[in-house]
Structure formats: structure tokens, C-alpha cells
T-cell receptor, first 115, second 114 residues
Framework: AQTVTQSQPEMSVQEAETVTLSCTYDTSESDYYLFWYKQPPSRQMILVIRQEAYKQQNATENRFSVNFQKAAKSFSLKISDSQLGDAAMYFCALTTTSGTYKYIFGTGTRLKVLA | EAGVVQSPRYKIIEKKQPVAFWCNPISGHNTLYWYRQNLGQGPELLIRYENEEAVDDSQLPKDRFSAERLKGVDSTLKIQPAELGDSAVYLC????????????FGPGTRLTVT
């Protein structure tokens, strides 16, 4: 069975600073995808970044980057130059490529951005 | 491009009443997902459709929940009768195909059962 664990229920960061959100996962599959989704108070989930397990290079999207440690089964999200609009719930998610296409989500981390 | 549309956004009902949620996926997206998100939790898959076929409904409580996607486009999720524990946000998502892995979510329907 696949699991995703986010051990930080809430994080705070000063505007313009950098914050890292943690995620660990477990799967017996060798090929899978990992995602970070953002869910602002309006509730619409938005894809922030994704990482293919077979790629060694860490994914980056503008101010968002990941630190993917496959052996440790760790997948953290770094937000640089934090902005007020980054305040949201962040969910880490895993899906395998074996055919079930089922997303497993973590419990989320609430990010507060302080002005 | 229009996103995933869901209605209603909010619904308050008394227990034992029926309720239905509607979802219209992004045009051209063959795969449609219904999730339930309890307070303080991540979404949990209820059912996945490939076109009009339900290919994964293993987490759908079939005694009271039903879903349909008759023409392979929009979908309806129904609960009858609703219970207090059904209070949650019901999210719809779509993707071009399951192997695209990237899902696009709607704004959700917040259900409160009193």
C-alpha cells in the first residue's frame, strides 16, 4: 500500500523569506510520480510542481523547487521569496504508474505568510 | 479554457435527506474523479471514470452513494440518505487520460449535514 506523510500541520514564513515543506512517502513501486498541490481558502486545488521518480534532477517551477531523495523516500517543497499569495494548504501526493492511477494525498500543511 | 465546474458550491441538508452534486470536467478530458475531503485531511478518491465507465469505485460507499456519467462528459454524485458523517467537501477532478497523471480540480461542494 502507498502512504504519504506530511508531519508539519502548519508552517509560517516571513514575506520574501524561504520555507521548506516536508513530505515522506512509501511505495513498493519503482516508477511513480510525486506532486505538490496548493489549495487556497477558495478550495480549488492547483498543481504546483511534479516530479517523475525516474528523473534524478529536481523539478523547479519559478520560485518553487523540490528536493527529491528517492532512497530516503522524501519529497520536500521549497518556496523562495515567499509572497502573501502563497498562503494556502499544501498537499503532497503520490501516484504510481502501475495502472491504478490513484492519487494518495497527505494530510496537508497550512502555510501562513507573515507580512 | 474553462476549468472544472462544480455545483452547488455549498449545500446544507438534514440527515436522511438526499443530495446530488454535479461536475462538468474540462472539455476533452476523458477521465473524471470524485473525491471526498474531510476537514483537515487530504482528498480521498471515491470513484474514477474513463469516459462513461466507472473503472475504480472501490472506495465508494455503495449502500448510500451512487454516481453516473451517462454521456462521458458531466457527472453526478448522489447520496441517499445522507448521514452526519457525510459532511465534507466533495471535489471533482479531470484529466486528459489517466496516464497524463496531472489532475485538474474543481472548486468543490461543501456539504453540511445537520
Amino acid at each position: 500500500a502507498q502512504t504519504v506523510t506530511q508531519s508539519q500541520p502548519e508552517m509560517s514564513v516571513q514575506e520574501a523569506e524561504t520555507v521548506t515543506l516536508s513530505c515522506t512517502y512509501d511505495t513498493s513501486e519503482s516508477d511513480y510520480y510525486l506532486f505538490w498541490y496548493k489549495q487556497p481558502p477558495s478550495r480549488q486545488m492547483i498543481l504546483v510542481i511534479r516530479q517523475e521518480a525516474y528523473k534524478q534532477q529536481n523539478a523547479t517551477e519559478n520560485r518553487f523547487s523540490v528536493n527529491f531523495q528517492k532512497a530516503a523516500k522524501s519529497f520536500s517543497l521549497k518556496i523562495s521569496d515567499s509572497q502573501l499569495g502563497d498562503a494556502a494548504m499544501y498537499f503532497c501526493a503520490l501516484t504510481t504508474t502501475s495502472g491504478t492511477y490513484k492519487y494518495i494525498f497527505g494530510t496537508g500543511t497550512r502555510l501562513k505568510v507573515l507580512a | 479554457e474553462a476549468g472544472v465546474v462544480q455545483s452547488p458550491r455549498y449545500k446544507i441538508i438534514e440527515k436522511k435527506q438526499p443530495v446530488a452534486f454535479w461536475c462538468n470536467p474540462i472539455s476533452g478530458h476523458n477521465t473524471l474523479y470524485w473525491y471526498r475531503q474531510n476537514l483537515g485531511q487530504g482528498p480521498e478518491l471515491l470513484i474514477r471514470y474513463e469516459n462513461e465507465e466507472a473503472v475504480d469505485d472501490s472506495q465508494l460507499p455503495k449502500d448510500r452513494f451512487s454516481a453516473e456519467r451517462l454521456k462521458g462528459v458531466d457527472s453526478t454524485l448522489k447520496i441517499q440518505p445522507a448521514e452526519l458523517g457525510d459532511s465534507a467537501v466533495y471535489l471533482c477532478a479531470s484529466s486528459i487520460r489517466p496516464s497524463s497523471y496531472e489532475q485538474y480540480f474543481g472548486p468543490g461542494t461543501r456539504l453540511t449535514v445537520t
